[in-house]
């Protein structure tokens, strides 16, 4: 997974500069993001790995599955992956390119975690306190796990706050445990 990340990476920079520089950031978010789930599909994996097309008609095919606005710097993006064989990387590259995004514009994701589903006050109020305490705007990727049997567990970057039962239970019998 290293070797993709690394691999990706100047692609990245390098699209996150032009589009720094054109003040195009959300622009080319949601192209890479297309660009991504075009190249993440099933059908298109199935289709680089089992035949062997020449690159311009892997461009054509490509492209004929992407917008028909797509931008002529995007298109020739995905030619220049297509010419270094590099075309798989682009979730990756939509990965990296919206870290450089979220840096850029104070911005960090947050994955919370509930045992149940919350309600839109509750969100916000949830949001509202962890940007007070990260002192950043949070995009918060909120997902349900029943096994959490109630609260709440939320990842910022490497930190973890866990204030859930579930967590608290198991604190509780590591300290039991412990003594």
């Known amino acids: 997974m290293a070797e993709i990340a690394t691999l990706a990476r100047p692609y990245a920079e390098a699209v996150f500069r032009l ?12 192209t890479l993001r297309t660009l991504a789930q075009v190249a993440a599909h099933p059908d298109m994996q199935e289709c680089l790995a089992k035949f062997d097309l020449t690159s311009t008609q892997l461009r054509e095919l490509f492209l004929s599955l992407c917008p028909a606005d797509l931008s002529a710097e995007a298109r020739n993006f995905v030619g220049l992956l297509i010419e270094y064989d590099r075309l798989t990387l682009l979730p990756e590259i939509h990965a990296q390119f919206e870290t450089l995004k979220n840096e850029r514009e104070g911005v960090v ?7 149940f589903a919350l309600e839109g006050a509750q969100l916000a109020g949830l949001v509202a306190d962890l940007e ?3 002192k950043r705007k949070i995009n918060p990727q909120v997902s349900i796990d029943r096994d959490l049997i109630g609260g709440v567990r939320v990842v910022v ?4 706050i866990d204030a859930s039962v579930r967590g608290k239970l198991n604190a509780m019998a590591a300290g039991l445990l412990a003594s």
């Open 157 to 160: 970057g490497d930190e973890v």
């Open 109 to 115: 994701d947050a994955q919370i975690i509930t045992a």
């Open 132 to 134: 007070k305490r990260f």
């Open 19 to 30: 589009a720094d520089t054109g003040a195009a950031l959300a622009a080319w978010s949601g």
